[in-house]
């Protein structure tokens, strides 16, 4: 057995087809099958059970499956232990954010990481959640800072916290602005509701079923600074993560006001493969994101602490 009988194993379980496995290895699809044929002849024992539309591990590839990725997570760590050995701390790092921490926390740990470590390369991407662990289960990013709707195999989930939300409304909506809300006693809201891919649309809909939430009208937005402008601009409202909203105190033309009840958080998570640790720049990268948010959050407990206690 090698590392390279291993890594298409890995690659076969994650991707659930062997040509898909090729692919994603850069070599061909026969090639793979004559591994994963010796593979099991040496182990005398089937890993895979073969359908026409792929392949799924047996209970015994299953659990060959956990002891394959420490083995990669192994070899990975010392790599990155002897690159950071020889060079210092250089590289590059490819990380995705969802949009919402993307716009609000990002920037700050972004400028503080490119003055400390100059020989590092960067490359940022943000979008769907979706597509996001998509690029990191293949490997194109290093890792994903988010929400993770589903377990994934071959990705790990490290939860980051739940964190608070508040309303955003046009000025038109008439509410005082930092005046905390009950929204089951308030005028039934128009309200922009996220995409079905995000964590805290479930949650949303449970409290309108549950009445906790009055809404008038709805409208589905993915995009969140046309969906900022559309609020901006009419008397509609929208329920997001307290980082956006302390973007916007500042804007006159929207209202941000905390949410008394119901009580909603927003879930997010730091999610990387498997079977390969975050290298020293991206855990560094990620360090300084989640110190910003944690000085985020702290700021915005402090708004929220003057204004209830005003209220």
């Given at each position: 057995m090698d590392l390279r009988q291993i890594r298409y194993?890995?690659?076969?379980?994650?991707?659930?087809s062997l040509s898909a496995a090729a692919v994603r290895l850069n070599c061909t699809a026969p090639g793979v099958s004559q591994q994963m044929t010796a593979l099991e002849g040496r182990l005398g024992t089937s890993l895979f059970e073969r359908t026409p539309r792929g392949v799924t591990p047996t209970p015994a590839g299953r659990r060959f499956y956990d002891r394959c990725l420490a083995v990669l997570k192994a070899v990975s760590e010392a790599e990155i232990e002897i690159e950071d050995f020889k060079a210092g701390l250089c590289g590059s790092v490819s990380a995705g954010f969802a949009p919402g921490v993307a716009k609000a926390i990002l920037p700050q740990a972004l400028a503080r990481f490119t003055r400390e470590f100059p020989r590092v390369d960067l490359e940022i991407s943000s979008g769907s959640a979706d597509a996001l662990v998509?690029?990191?289960?293949?490997?194109?990013?290093d890792f994903f800072v988010g929400q993770f709707a589903k377990a994934h195999i071959g990705l790990s989930a490290n939860p980051i916290g739940r964190y608070p939300v508040a309303l955003i409304s046009g000025v038109r909506r008439g509410f005082m602005p930092m005046k905390p809300l009950r929204?089951?006693?308030?005028?039934?809201?128009?309200?922009?509701?996220?995409?079905?891919?995000?964590?805290?649309?479930?949650?949303?809909?449970?409290?309108?079923?549950?009445?906790?939430?009055?809404?008038?009208?709805?409208i589905l937005m993915d995009n969140l600074p046309a969906g900022l402008e559309f609020v901006s601009?009419?008397?509609?409202?929208?329920?997001?993560?307290?980082?956006?909203?302390?973007?916007?105190?500042?804007?006159?033309?929207?209202?941000?006001?905390?949410?008394?009840?119901p009580?909603?958080?927003?879930?997010?998570?730091?999610?990387?493969?498997?079977?390969?640790?975050?290298?020293?720049?991206?855990?560094?990268?990620?360090?300084?994101?989640?110190?910003?948010?944690?000085?985020?959050?702290?700021?915005?407990?402090?708004?929220?602490?003057?204004?209830?206690?005003?209220?």
């Open positions: 194993f890995v690659a076969a379980c994650e991707e659930g998509s690029a990191t289960s293949s490997g194109t990013l929204l089951d006693s308030v005028a039934p809201l128009k309200l922009v509701l996220p995409s079905a891919a995000n964590s805290l649309r479930p949650k949303i809909e449970e409290a309108i079923q549950g009445g906790a939430i009055a809404v008038e009208r709805t601009q009419t008397d509609w409202s929208w329920i997001l993560p307290y980082w956006l909203c302390l973007k916007e105190l500042g804007n006159e033309r929207v209202t941000v006001n905390p949410i008394v009840d009580t909603l958080r927003v879930d997010v998570a730091l999610i990387f493969p498997a079977q390969r640790p975050l290298s020293r720049p991206s855990q560094l990268l990620y360090d300084y994101f989640c110190q910003e948010l944690q000085r985020t959050e702290s700021e915005w407990q402090r708004i929220m602490a003057g204004a209830l206690s005003s209220s």
